[in-house]
T-cell receptor, first 113, second 112 residues
Framework: EAQVTQNPRYLITVTGKKLTVTCSQNMNHEYMSWYRQDPGLGLRQIYY???????DKGDVPEGYKVSRKEKRNFPLILESPSPNQTSLYFCASRGLARTDTQYFGPGTRLTVL | DAKTTQPPSMDCAEGRAANLPCNHSTISGNEYVYWYRQIHSQGPQYIIH???NNETNEMASLIITEDRKSSTLILPHATLRDTAVYYC?????????????FGKGTTLSVSS
């Protein structure tokens, strides 16, 4: 079954404690990205990657890092989380054909105290 | 990407067809109309897309007007599980690397 998986699904942490949210896809997609969703602000892109070792900033990259060492994985790293990073996070992937659709993961609800 | 306009909310009775409209009057010739939905706090889910012809799949039908300035997503027999926010997105076919722009969408409430 084609899917994007994220872990953990829920996380409560404290300010400054480094954390990683993993994302993996089984569709051999080149493109992967991270979004955050906040009430009233909709979905905003944090980072994206067009292929292995190729990453770029989205609309709200401050405070986040990513890496793309393997095609299937695209972890999101918060080196020093702050309360304003409390949000619902989604990983997504797609192929690079013109009308390929995006597949989204189930989401990670992060609370930073 | 062209801007889209959708009604903020709609209601539908279970078993009836849900018709969700979207206006995209500034759409360009190479821009497709995509529909996604998001069931409460889950990841957005692709429904259907089209360029100018009407499209149908196992989930829904997409009707695009001849001038392409508006479209309608049709869920032929809505169920309670179709309650979700529905997003109409217009996107060019050469933007593989750019983010999907989700607007506010239409909140569809299906009731029994």
């Amino acid at each position: 079954e084609a899917q994007v998986t994220q872990n953990p699904r829920y996380l409560i942490t404290v300010t400054g404690k480094k954390l990683t949210v993993t994302c993996s896809q089984n569709m051999n997609h080149e493109y992967m990205s991270w979004y955050r969703q906040d009430p009233g602000l909709g979905l905003r892109q944090i980072y994206y990657s067009m292929n292995v070792e190729v990453t770029d900033k989205g609309d709200v990259p401050e405070g986040y890092k990513v890496s793309r060492k393997e095609k299937r994985n695209f972890p999101l790293i918060l080196e020093s989380p702050s309360p304003n990073q409390t949000s619902l996070y989604f990983c997504a992937s797609r192929g690079l054909a013109r009308t390929d659709t995006q597949y989204f993961g189930p989401g990670t609800r992060l609370t930073v105290l | 990407d062209a801007k889209t306009t959708q009604p903020p909310s709609m209601d539908c009775a279970e078993g009836r067809a849900a018709n969700l409209p979207c206006n995209h009057s500034t759409i360009s010739g190479n821009e497709y109309v995509y529909w996604y939905r998001q069931i409460h706090s889950q990841g957005p889910q692709y429904i259907i897309h089209g360029l100018k012809n009407n499209e149908t799949n196992e989930m829904a039908s997409l009707i695009i007007t001849e001038d392409r300035k508006s479209s309608t997503l049709i869920l032929p027999h809505a169920t309670l599980r179709d309650t979700a926010v529905y997003y109409c997105i217009v996107r060019a076919d050469n933007q593989a690397g750019t983010a999907l722009i989700f607007g506010k969408g239409t909140t569809l409430s299906v009731s029994s």
